[in-house]
């Protein structure tokens, strides 16, 4: 019975320090990414304002990564504050050179199939602009997680992440995986919803990408 004790100890010990971790996480994504989610609550669904949500988007890119960045640190100490904020610091910029063009692209892309009919555009670049869209949310992703864990210059991340893509095709339908969950979480609920969710997602993105982290490190950082 006493040796068993400690055992129980510590395992609560560790749940109850996974759970700290990842509400306080939770708490930093939601501060650095409110001016976006402000914007967001404020804007009605239409696709008119598709324009406008990417402007309100610009800022959960970087609070996205340092969540992960965040979360990948994870340790007994819990020190979460300032490791949020110092992977911030450290990332923002190379996440923004990376987040801000996906968003230009996505606006176009959507706008192109939301306004298909009364624009008359033809089926065919309809289903083009559907299939980009795919393939540049998967690229996104990609390099996200390049731009929080690596120091790449932004060329060599877009590089990086559309090779990926292709290189990497388990690890790419698992990103596309978790991307249609957020997007069904939105539609079907509400944004709040997948803002008060985004710890797991980051979580489930650094899981994800690990077989990329690996492959990146023996190839493009251990020769370097």
């Known amino acids: 019975m006493n040796e068993s004790t400690p055992r129980r ?9 996974a759970i700290y971790w990842f509400v306080l ?10 001016p976006g989610l402000v914007g967001i609550l404020l804007l009605e669904r239409d696709a008119s304002n598709l324009p406008l949500y990417a402007l309100c988007l610009v800022p ?7 969540a992960m960045s965040a979360i990948a640190a994870r340790s007994d100490e819990l020190s979460v504050w300032p490791r949020f904020w110092r992977s911030y610091a450290r990332n923002v910029v190379d996440v923004l050179w990376v987040w801000v063009p996906a968003l230009v692209a996505a606006t176009v892309l959507g706008t192109t199939v939301a306004f298909a009919g009364s624009a008359g555009i033809q089926t065919f ?3 083009v602009a559907v299939v980009l869209l795919v393939v540049l949310a998967v690229w996104a992703s990609h390099a996200l997680v390049i731009a929080s864990f690596f120091s790449f210059r932004a060329r060599d991340v ?4 559309l090779y ?34 985004a710890v797991f997602f980051a979580a489930v993105a650094v899981v994800n990408a690990r077989p990329l982290d690996r492959d990146l490190r023996a190839r493009f950082v251990s020769a370097q």
């Open 125 to 127: 670049f309809v289903v």
């Open 158 to 161: 877009a590089r990086l992440a």
């Open 25 to 34: 996480v939770e708490l930093c994504f939601l501060l650095a990414a409110s």
């Open 60 to 66: 959960l890119g970087p609070a996205f990564s340092a």
């Open 9 to 17: 100890t510590g395992a609560l010990g560790r749940v109850t320090g």
């Open 164 to 197: 990926y893509v292709a290189a990497r095709p388990l690890v790419s339908l698992g990103a596309l995986s978790y991307l249609v969950l957020a997007a069904a979480l939105v539609a079907f609920t509400s944004d709040w919803v997948l803002a008060l969710t």
